[in-house]
């Protein structure tokens, strides 16, 4: 029960390393291309993002944004956490997807309070043109911790799902 959450702890305190890294190499300039890899295909940059994912509710100000960004996620964050603790019925599985979404949710989150130019986000790869992006959306460990925890829940759940169908 307690290895989820000192992973989850790792990847809260990488998720702040790289993003202080990212800053303080870029002095504090965004968006700035840092580096590119692989033929262009992977870029570091330092970019800001002041919404959630895909810049949504970018635009939101003052209390609204306060509510949206960091009030409800965070009494999310508390859910997940009673869950994890309180709810006998979740299985290892879920139980590592939790502890993901806690880390990716607190790293973000951390990000809103304490950087007011909005979350540090610093991976950009190229998309070749798929769904009409020429790159995906820049994010950072944090966001890919977020998808890691989700896609654990999801697995678990299909897995569920399959043993079911199986034994009837």
């Known amino acids: 029960m307690i290895l989820p959450l000192i992973v989850a702890a790792a990847l809260l305190v990488a998720d702040q390393i790289t993003k202080a890294v990212i800053v303080a190499i870029s002095n504090n ?9 692989l ?3 992977l870029h570091i940059r330092h970019d800001r993002n002041l919404g959630i994912a895909f810049s949504g509710f970018n635009n939101l100000e003052g ?14 964050l508390v859910w ?7 709810d006998k019925s979740i299985d290892h599985l879920q139980r590592w997807g939790l ?11 951390i990000d809103r309070i304490f950087r007011p130019e909005g979350v540090v986000d610093f991976v950009s790869v190229n998309f070749y043109g798929l769904f009409g992006l020429d790159r ?12 890691v925890g989700g896609g654990l829940i999801l697995l678990s759940y299909l897995v569920l799902y399959l043993n ?3 034994k009837s």
Do not use: E, H, M
């Not at 995906?136 to 998808?147: H, R, S």
């Open 29 to 37: 300039q965004f968006p700035t291309l840092i580096a590119a890899f």
């Open 99 to 109: 502890a993901f979404i806690l880390s990716g949710g607190l790293g973000n989150i």
């Open 63 to 76: 209390p609204i944004r306060v509510i949206f960004l960091i009030v409800v996620p965070s009494l999310f």
């Open 39 to 41: 033929d262009d295909f």
């Open 164 to 166: 079911k169908r199986r």
């Open 136 to 147: 995906w959306p820049t994010f950072n460990v944090a966001d890919a911790t977020l998808v």
């Open 80 to 86: 997940i956490v009673y869950t994890y603790f309180r």
